[in-house]
């Protein structure tokens, strides 16, 4: 269960041949463009974001989209563009599955997400439950935080424990940003759950400039980790440009998230 009173002490979740560890102190920082698009690009940003002390590698292959006219993501091709990344780089990599008929697709893929829309998908949960990966389990849009454990919980309850959660931001009555982020839900989490709490102020606020002072924020209130967009020329991004940082942005705000995690 993801509950503490079952198991008081924090999860540790090990991910990839490395056994990279997230979790208890471990912080995981993810980060990588919103969509593959090209090798060039994945093994670039690959390169840069390593080189800037990302410990993972994010990039969407299947992309949820609101609107079925815009780019989907390379699919397949794209999980065969990030196990290239993977080989260059060394960096465990995470993408997100929409349909459990793909899994066979993610056998060398180190951390499967579940994106903010398919949080309740209780049948692709299910399926996540009967294999062993690490799962990057996004809020939905407007979940609640016992809604989001009760996901969590049905991963877990199919004999699969290595679950992540992961704070992106909810839908609210404010326009400003994209979504709200509820950096008080890291805080409640840790309270009510052992699992990693991971937070993505890129998708919560959907501003590039607005990404550091919340990734900082959230390195200060105790989060497990944090999943950022980075894209190596954003205006041309085809997805997620405005929310998307230079590799020299995100070098300089892992830095300042090293300088907050000292500090704490
Ligand atoms: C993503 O990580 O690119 C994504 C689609 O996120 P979310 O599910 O949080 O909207
Ligand atoms: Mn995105």
Do not use: W
Request: aromatic share 4%; glycine share 8%.
């Amino acid at each position: 269960s993801a509950n503490r009173k079952f198991h008081p002490k924090d999860s540790i979740i090990e991910v990839g041949e490395q056994k990279l560890k997230v979790g208890h102190g471990n912080f995981a920082l993810i980060a990588g463009p919103c969509s593959v698009e090209s090798e060039e690009q994945i093994i670039s940003v690959a390169k840069s974001v390593k080189a800037a002390g990302a410990t993972m590698l994010r990039g969407g292959a299947f992309k949820p989209r609101t609107s079925p006219y815009d780019f989907q993501g390379l699919k397949a091709d794209g999980i065969e563009l990030l196990l290239e990344a993977k080989r260059e780089t060394g960096l465990p990599i995470v993408t997100e599955i929409m349909n459990a008929n793909h899994l066979p697709l993610f056998e060398d893929v180190d951390v499967i997400q579940v994106g903010a829309r398919n949080m309740q998908n209780f049948e692709l949960l299910k399926e996540l439950g009967k294999t062993r990966k690490p799962i990057l389990i996004k809020r939905g849009l407007a979940n609640t935080i016992k809604e989001l454990l009760m996901s969590a919980e049905y991963i877990m309850a199919g004999g699969n424990e290595n679950v992540i959660l992961c704070e992106r931001g909810i839908r609210t009555f404010e326009t400003a940003t994209r979504n709200t982020l509820d950096l008080s839900a890291v805080t409640v989490l840790h309270e009510l759950t052992h699992l990693p709490v991971v937070v993505d102020p890129s998708h919560a606020t959907g501003v590039a400039r607005y990404v550091k002072p919340m990734a900082m924020a959230a390195a200060a209130c105790g989060a497990d980790g944090l999943i950022i967009e980075v894209h190596n020329d954003p205006p041309h991004a085809l997805c997620d440009g405005a929310q998307s940082l230079r590799p020299e942005q995100f070098e300089d705000v892992a830095k300042a998230v090293r300088r907050v995690r000292a500090a704490a």
